[in-house]
């Protein structure tokens, strides 16, 4: 049997986390709370002043929604390790595997 009320509570929680980044990221952009240059990087993530900026929350939110689906391979990866259908597990890891490379090579 599937998992399909986990993994409806992970996509419902990730495009959740989201949207709400997205909408405190419109409030901070119409407000004011904006620069005219953001540095959309790892190390501004890290230190905290993406969650200050609105196009920060905004991109924020954007990867958040983006990343849902990773997070549901994930899952899926781990229940079908852990199952009797280890095959679907290896489809789930090359899945994973080609998402980040595609990601990682940006052409």
Same mark, same amino acid.
């Given at each position: 049997?599937?998992?399909?009320?986990s993994i409806s509570k992970i996509m419902r929680t990730g495009l959740a986390i989201g949207l709400i980044f997205m909408l405190i990221g419109g409030i901070f952009s119409v $407000?004011?709370? !904006?620069?005219?240059?953001?540095?959309? %990087?790892?190390?501004?993530?890290?230190?905290? %002043?993406?969650? /200050?900026?609105?196009?920060?929350?905004?991109?924020?939110?954007?990867? %958040?929604?983006?990343? $849902?689906?990773?997070? =549901?391979?994930?899952?899926?990866?781990?229940?079908?390790?852990?199952?009797? $259908?280890?095959? !679907?597990? /290896?489809?789930?890891? %090359?899945?994973?595997? =080609?998402?980040?490379? /595609? =990601?990682? /090579?940006? =052409?």
């Open positions: 049997m599937m998992p399909e009320i $407000t004011g709370r !904006y620069h005219e240059e953001i540095n959309l %990087s790892i190390a501004n993530m890290l230190d905290g %002043s993406l969650f /200050v900026d609105g196009a920060g929350l905004m991109y924020l939110g954007t990867l %958040s929604i983006i990343l $849902t689906p990773m997070a =549901v391979l994930f899952f899926l990866f781990f229940y079908y390790l852990f199952s009797n $259908t280890k095959k !679907y597990s /290896v489809y789930c890891l %090359s899945i994973i595997l =080609v998402l980040i490379i /595609v =990601v990682s /090579v940006r =052409v």
